[in-house]
């Protein structure tokens, strides 16, 4: 079986410019997460759904952040206007049911640099 | 204050040895506790689960919660090579809305 996909892997752009990261989760799976990695802050939870529709988004650090889950196969993160310090390894993970013991699967993330 | 704090080492053994990694916490709220191991450049993978106190053991892999003392653990023992990895403590409350420490950084020298 596929796992979770996510594209582009690298991504380099300048300031300012918008950003789309694409994310395919494992077929049949409920729950789709939106994770933002850096040194500083480590793993954050930016964002989830279920069913495609968005449960949680308090760790969207700003309005320039938008998620969306147009059907049960795909979501995009989106950043616009980019800045710098946007500048970090975002990882998309997927699960099936609610449950604290179903494990997230992980892609293996988008890396994003913002000149 | 973090939630969830991890010292993010590196933590350097050699092979054989046994490991020794911890995360402790401020919510008294979380009851659920994973470890995830994350491989260079991939994402971080499900390692251990473990609902409330008490011990778990899977082969060579321990995983351990103190709630009184909002301190868990996980042991490595024989350690390989290919245990070298970043190791991410998670918790949650309820649900799957996952809490990260910061990782900790594992190398096992041959």
């Known amino acids: 079986d596929a796992g979770v996909i996510q594209s582009p892997r690298h991504e380099v752009t300048e300031m300012g410019q918008e950003v789309t990261l694409r994310c395919k989760p494992i077929?049949?799976?409920?729950?789709l997460f939106w994770y933002r990695q850096t040194m500083m802050r480590g793993l954050e939870l930016l964002i989830y759904?279920?069913?495609?529709?968005?449960?949680?988004d308090s760790g969207m650090p700003e309005d320039r952040f938008s998620a969306k889950m147009p059907n049960a196969s795909f979501s995009t993160l989106k950043i616009q206007p980019s800045e710098p310090r946007d500048s970090a390894v975002y990882f998309c993970?997927?699960?099936?049911?609610?449950?604290?013991?179903?494990?997230?699967?992980f892609g293996d993330g988008t890396r994003l640099s913002i000149l | 204050q973090k939630e969830v704090e991890q010292d993010p080492g590196p933590l350097s053994v050699p092979e054989g040895a046994i490991v020794s990694l911890n995360c402790t916490y401020s919510?008294?709220?979380?009851?659920?506790f994973m470890w995830y191991r994350q491989y260079s450049r991939k994402g971080p993978e499900l390692l251990m689960y473990?609902?409330?106190?008490g011990n778990k053991e899977d082969g060579r892999f321990t995983a351990q919660v103190d709630k009184s003392s909002k301190y868990i653990s996980l042991f490595i023992r024989d350690s390989q090579p290919s245990d070298s990895a970043t190791y991410l403590c998670?918790?949650?409350?309820?649900?799957?809305?996952?809490?990260f420490g910061a990782g900790t950084i594992l190398r096992v020298k041959s």
């Open positions: 993970a997927s699960t099936l049911g609610g449950r604290s013991n179903q494990p997230q699967h």
């Open positions: 077929s049949g799976h409920d729950y």
């Open positions: 759904f279920n069913n495609n529709v968005p449960i949680d």
């Open positions: 919510n008294s709220a979380f009851q659920y």
């Open positions: 473990t609902y409330s106190s």
């Open positions: 998670a918790m949650s409350k309820y649900g799957n809305k996952l809490v």
